[in-house]
């Protein structure tokens, strides 16, 4: 009985701990985002994207995408000045558990299976905006679904820092339903080695 009582005592400590951790996280993060609009722009480019993909006048099409392009330079711009800004917090806190689950300060006592989440926002940031300009010279639909897998990455990267790879995958599916291999395959030859490189630290 002692044995057990000890034991819900650890879990009940390590769940506050997480927790605790996972909460300073959050602010940091968004003591960063809040001076942006990127998480409005998400929203506005992802409804139009899907909208458009399942648009069947191609005229109707074209141009739903090319109404787009504001929202795209300024996401793709205020995406850079966050990741430059995100790039000056202390290397210690910048470290993320590549852990599947949340553990309580995994990054300080497995410093070797962390990544340091600002050299991935510095991939996103390259990403989104190669995207935005169709550095890969591909037709709407095509750079749609490559701009759409990079903003999903990136989202999965930052509920990675704030809680688990094991939350941010399952928020991915739910909210898209789209698995993390997925959009890891779906975004530009150059992200995705880029970001295997940042996460094999």
């Not at 602010?27 to 985002?33: D, E």
């Not at 809040?34 to 109707?60: F, H, K, P």
């Amino acid at each position: 009985m002692d044995f057990l009582l000890a034991l819900s005592l650890l879990a009940l400590a390590a769940h506050f701990l997480k927790l605790r951790e996972q909460r300073r996280r959050i602010a940091l993060l968004g003591s960063h985002l809040g001076a942006y609009e990127i998480e409005s722009l998400m929203e506005t480019l992802t409804a139009a994207y899907q909208r458009a993909l399942g648009e069947v006048d191609a005229a109707r099409q074209t141009q739903i995408w090319e109404l787009q392009a504001s929202a795209e330079a300024r996401l793709s711009g205020q995406f850079q000045r966050f990741a430059d800004g995100f790039a000056q917090v202390d290397a210690a806190q910048a470290r993320v558990s590549t852990l599947p689950i949340a553990v309580p300060y995994a990054t300080q006592w497995a410093p070797g299976a962390t990544f340091d989440v600002r050299a991935a926002l510095r991939v996103h940031a390259t990403g989104l905006t190669q995207a935005a300009n169709n550095s890969l010279q591909q037709n709407p639909r095509g750079r749609a679904f490559t701009l759409l897998a990079e903003l999903m990455l990136m989202q999965h990267t930052c509920h990675w820092f704030c809680r688990s790879k094991g939350v941010a995958s399952a928020r991915l599916l739910l909210r898209h339903q789209t698995a993390y291999a997925q959009v890891l395959e779906a975004v530009s030859p150059q992200t995705r080695k880029s970001y295997n490189a940042v996460l094999a630290g």
